[in-house]
T-cell receptor
């Protein structure tokens, strides 16, 4: 079945550091890939998405590229801020599997000033 | 901007009480979901619905029940709350076509004493 594996946390960085959160997936069809962010006390918000191989999703300085050859969708940001402290979830949705969404376990990021 | 609402946001209740967590969306989405989020952050799908009069159990067995009498409304009920039900409950919905990313409500944090 479909699954998502993402980098275990927690991740602690200093402000302005470079961020990478690794995400790999297993899918039987042609999935769309997503990154969601959850701030303390809130629900999940869609951060970015990519729907086909080599697509790059970007938003708020975050980027992720859909790599079919390595089945990966790593999240990156060049310079993190304290306000980026949150939990990040990688997810996939597969049309061949009734579009059911599979989430990774989440990675908690803390950015210190 | 997604419009999906959950009430109450926080609930503290005694063992044995019956509770209903409300979820509503104004986007006309057909598919709706309930997730339980444990302290380790991982999301567990407990119920979903394809549309009116459709309800399905998710991956994680739950003692809760759901109903879908109207497209916009997907309440979750616990007939007799127990301390093991203490958790964060997230409601989500997805569009009828296209990529079908999920939009989340702010969540209900339930504590059963």
């Amino acid at each position: 079945g479909n699954s998502v594996t993402q980098m275990e946390g927690p991740v602690t960085l200093s402000e302005e550091a470079f961020l990478t959160i690794n995400c790999t997936y297993t899918a039987t069809g042609y999935p769309s890939l997503f990154w969601y962010v959850q701030y303390p006390g809130e629900g999940l918000q869609l951060l970015l998405k990519a729907t086909k191989a080599d697509d790059k999703g970007s938003n708020k300085g975050f980027e992720a590229t859909y790599r079919k050859e390595t089945t990966s969708f790593h999240l990156e940001k060049g310079s993190v801020q304290v306000s980026d402290s949150a939990v990040y979830f990688c997810a996939l949705s597969d049309r061949g599997n009734n579009n059911d969404m599979r989430f990774g376990a989440g990675t908690r990021l803390t950015v210190k000033p | 901007e997604a419009d999906i609402y959950q009430t109450p946001r926080y609930l503290v209740i005694g063992t044995g009480k019956k509770i209903t967590l409300e979820c509503s969306q104004t986007m006309g989405h057909d598919k709706m979901y309930w997730y339980q989020q444990d302290p380790g952050m991982e999301l567990h799908l407990i119920h979903y619905s394809y549309g009116v009069n459709s309800t399905e159990k998710g991956d994680l067995s739950s003692e809760s029940t759901v109903s879908r009498i109207r497209t916009e409304h997907f309440p979750l009920t616990l007939e007799s709350a127990r301390p093991s039900h203490t958790s964060q409950y997230l409601c989500a919905s997805s569009a009828p076509r296209g990529v079908r990313e999920q939009y989340f409500g702010p969540g209900t944090r339930l504590t059963v004493t």
